[in-house]
């Protein structure tokens, strides 16, 4: 069972900068895709982006391309999302998840993840 915990929302201004951490526990060396997805208030969730655990490949959202940077620490199992930029359209609960390898890349939709971390808000004020 993995167990997926978010941290380091917060709250900026435009222009602004944060770094979300997903911290990783009940896995040992199994390969997963790990990914950031997002939810604002009456919006369906969408995915920001994503990291193959074993050789890094990434995938991102065109909404945040270059201006997100998704990256991962496995010695400590955990994941980082660097968020520079910021706008208010990036204002939204953010959420950790694991998805099993294979089939399609990239994998996009919550549907492709098997677990997920509690969230974190990030607010982004103009």
Known sequence: QVQLVDSGGGSVQTGGSLRLSCAASGYTGRRYVMGWFRQAPGKEREVVATIDTVDGTTYYADSVKGRFTISQDNAKNTRYLQM??????????????AAYPGGRWPKTTSDDFAYWGQGAQVTVSS
């Open 84 to 97: 520079a930029n910021l706008i208010p359209e990036d204002t939204a609960m953010y959420y950790c998840a």
